[in-house]
């Protein structure tokens, strides 16, 4: 495992509502790439995150899934399909 930190390249926005839920999970597929997932846990990436940047982003993914229920893994697949077309055809309705 690296043991050198990452930074996030650009804070993540604020969680306050459905479209900023959507925005965040968007903002994550692009940040994080193909490794994101929402169930993975801010510390368990690799090369891992700094304390402060995994914490917000456990409390950014907890606002996330209070706005969108499961619907938040349906949203995160069709970002990734936007963003990595390669992976597969189509969205998950």
């Known amino acids: 495992m690296n ?3 990452r ?3 650009s804070p993540p926005p604020d969680v ?3 479209r900023s839920a959507r925005r965040f999970l968007e903002w994550c597929v692009g940040e994080i790439g193909l490794g994101y997932h929402p ?3 801010g510390a368990a990436y690799d ?3 700094g304390e402060s940047d995994a914490r917000r982003l456990d409390q950014l993914h907890e606002a996330a899934f209070n706005y969108l229920g499961d ?3 349906r ?3 069709n970002y990734y ?3 990595f077309p390669r992976m597969g055809k189509g969205s998950v309705s």
């Open 3 to 5: 043991t050198a930190n």
């Open 7 to 9: 930074s996030f390249k």
């Open 16 to 18: 306050t509502n459905v």
């Open 39 to 41: 169930d993975t846990q």
């Open 47 to 49: 090369p891992p995150l």
């Open 71 to 73: 619907d938040v893994y």
């Open 75 to 77: 949203v995160a697949f």
């Open 81 to 83: 399909m936007k963003k």
